[in-house]
């Protein structure tokens, strides 16, 4: 039923990897990436019925609007399209939702969310692009304000985080920033993924792993 | 530069809301005043402390991936405005009016925090179907005459009387009571909410 042809013989949709392998190596536990898999499958056909997430259909997902642009959406289906294809399949969708789960290691996320801000994938964050996500923000949010009064904003928090002043933020420095600024990776936490598997019960039906063979 | 004072017009709405409020009991207006002096007193004053710019950034929609497991509701909603006016100013109208809107007993529970942030919230009484009607604002003070006010409800669906969007809806009413643009067009913009 669904997107996923019953003629194919595989029967999963493409890049599917094993619940078993994926739970060894993310957070997550068998019973959970089963859950996750069942969210897959509708993402993945909600506009190309082909068991991959294209950006229409993150885009859907996320605000109700296939055609919905957002440079910080972009920013994270870069990021989720590990093998850089332009498409999630369930195999990078497990892993990069792996971060964002509670009990995910700090590091990780900080690592995480300097990439999603190094827009231009130089490595460091440059002033261009703190300004660059602050005019996306208020243009997102209606907001007008002067150039002179986003520079200074801007400028007061470049300055706090670039540390040795260099004129771009690095690992290092991100890392000290965040260790000072806790809540600056609040957007890396979706504690939904605490219950995931109370949200998708239909994968007990489907499941081939049962609870107790589940780590 | 000092903030712009009210007009007379504003004045004359600001009397007449608070004499409605203090009469029909609908809000304690002691709690407000206490709310307001709280804030002030914990260091909300007109400085711009240190905003800091990766924090609004988290509030992108583009960052929610709430949506992908709630069926397209988001973790928080809300509304974005700027303005000039003096924080103390903004914290009382913003509970004045949103509890009037609520038409319910609000309370007030300021919850300062620092560098240049702060969070009101609003809570109305009565219960709706899945608890109580709250409104959350968060107060992000970034430059001498500009503060960036975030107003989002939270949680309960609200009683019929004082539905959430009609909370969001009216917003524009404050706008028009109280804010005008300024000459040199630093001013408050108000965002279209959706629901």
Same mark, same amino acid.
């Given at each position: ?215 | ?80 405005? !700027? ?28 919850? !300062? ?22 409104? !959350? ?59």
């Amino acid at each position: 039923m669904g997107c996923v042809t019953s003629k194919n013989a595989n029967k999963y949709t493409p890049g599917y990897e094993d619940p078993v392998v994926l739970a060894s190596k993310t957070i997550f536990t068998v019973n959970e990436v089963e859950a996750l898999y069942e969210l897959f499958k509708k993402l993945s056909c909600s506009i190309i019925k082909d068991g991959l997430i294209h950006k229409e259909e993150f885009q859907l997902a996320l605000f109700r609007n296939s055609n919905k642009k957002n440079l910080f959406a972009d920013r994270v289906f870069d990021l989720f399209d590990i093998k850089r294809n332009g498409v999630i399949d369930f195999g990078e969708f497990v892993r990069s939702l792996s971060v964002f789960h509670p009990n995910a290691p700090e590091s990780e996320k900080i690592a995480y969310a300097f990439r999603l801000y190094d827009l231009r994938h130089t490595g460091f964050i440059e002033r261009e692009e703190l300004k660059e996500m602050v005019q996306a923000l208020l243009t997102e949010s209606d907001l007008v304000l002067s150039d002179e009064l986003i520079d200074t904003i801007v400028d007061k928090t470049f300055n706090q985080a670039d540390s040795k002043g260099d004129g771009k933020i690095d690992l290092d420095e991100w890392r000290d920033y965040v260790k000072q600024n806790p809540s600056l990776i609040r957007i890396m936490t979706l504690p939904y993924l605490k219950d995931i598997t109370m949200s998708f019960p239909s994968f007990i039906i489907h499941s081939e792993n049962s609870e107790t063979e589940a780590i | 530069m000092s903030p712009r004072s009210w007009t007379d017009e504003e004045k004359r709405h600001g009397d007449l809301l608070s004499k409605y409020l203090y009469l029909t009991r609908r809000v304690d207006m002691k709690q407000i005043e206490k709310t307001i002096q709280y804030l002030i007193v914990s260091g909300m004053s007109e400085r711009p402390s240190d905003p800091n710019v990766f924090h609004l950034i988290s509030f992108s929609e583009g960052f929610d991936l709430s949506p992908l497991f709630v069926g397209g509701k988001r973790r928080e909603e809300g509304i974005w405005f !700027a303005t000039r006016e003096p924080a103390s100013c903004v914290v009382s109208r913003v509970a004045l009016d949103t509890a009037m809107i609520l038409l319910h007993r609000a309370s007030t529970s300021p919850m !300062a925090g620092s560098g240049g942030r702060f969070r009101l919230r609003i809570e109305g009484e009565e219960r709706g179907r899945m608890g109580k009607l709250a409104v !959350a604002t968060d107060i992000f003070i970034v430059a001498r005459r500009c503060s960036l006010w975030r107003s989002g409800a939270t949680g309960a669906t609200p009683p019929s009387s004082a539905r959430g969007s009609t909370v969001m809806r009216s917003a524009p009413t404050l706008k028009d009571i109280m804010w005008t643009s300024s000459s040199d067009g630093q001013i408050a913009t108000w965002i279209k909410y959706k629901v």
